[in-house]
């Protein structure tokens, strides 16, 4: 499968989730527990051709069978139906590096490299696309290591996706290796729904 997102940390030197500020190094918890309008994650896709794509995934329930919706800078993609997942990580700290293929219709271009999963899929997000942190000008942590989603087609982000190095002050760890928050726009601004903080396994 072709590379598409080189920012993504090597996996095997990756592990721990943490959910919220208060919650320790390893716990994973959503921080919205009302149903969000349309998705509740947004996830990397590290590796995607025409068949499939490969995902990091964190927080729990995810299992073969889940479906994704998949959008890129020029639009939606499709439909991914997970067939494999691996849990990884280290410690009791967990991610899911999962294996997905492309079911319906396939998509019908090539996959630009600004390309995000959303789940859980909702009815085919056609209006969608990923927008730059440029694009985001109130945005709550700043644009750098910023993602964005237009959901509905009218111009502006709907839904925030984050990687950091670290995780800065909402850090849980001081030796994080890189830190994943999901945003939401809400009628009263931006709220988090998820943060996934990645600790080095291996410091020797």
């Known amino acids: 499968m072709r590379r598409v997102a080189r920012s993504v940390l090597a996996l095997g030197l990756l592990g721990t989730l943490a959910g919220a500020d208060e919650v320790t190094t390893g716990g994973n918890l959503r921080l919205e527990h009302s149903a969000p309008t349309h998705y509740s994650?947004?996830?990397?896709?590290?590796?995607?051709?025409?068949?499939?794509?490969?995902?990091?995934a964190f927080g729990g329930g995810t299992h073969v069978g889940d479906a994704y919706d998949v959008v890129d800078n020029r639009g939606y993609v499709g439909r991914l139906m997970v067939d494999h997942v691996e849990l990884r990580g280290c410690g009791d700290a967990r991610y899911f590096d999962v294996r997905a293929r492309f079911v319906g219709k396939p998509p019908g271009r090539p996959v630009v490299e600004s390309v995000l999963a959303l789940a859980p899929a909702r009815r085919p997000p056609t209006r969608?696309?990923?927008?730059?942190?440029?694009?985001?000008?109130?945005?709550?942590?700043?644009?750098?290591?910023?993602?964005?989603?237009?959901?509905d087609g009218d111009g502006q982000a709907d839904l925030?996706?984050?990687?950091?190095?670290?995780?800065?002050?909402?850090?849980?760890?001081?030796?994080?290796?890189?830190?994943?928050?999901?945003?939401?726009?809400?009628?009263?601004?931006?709220?988090?729904i998820e943060r996934a903080e990645f600790p080095i396994c291996d410091r020797g």
Do not use: K, M
């Open 41 to 56: 994650h947004v996830y990397t896709i590290y590796q995607i051709d025409d068949s499939g794509a490969f995902v990091l």
């Open 128 to 151: 969608a696309r990923v927008l730059s942190g440029a694009d985001v000008p109130d945005a709550p942590e700043g644009r750098d290591g910023l993602q964005a989603v237009d959901i």
């Open 160 to 192: 925030l996706h984050y990687q950091f190095h670290t995780c800065g002050r909402h850090a849980v760890s001081d030796d994080s290796a890189a830190c994943f928050e999901t945003w939401e726009r809400s009628e009263n601004g931006w709220r988090r």
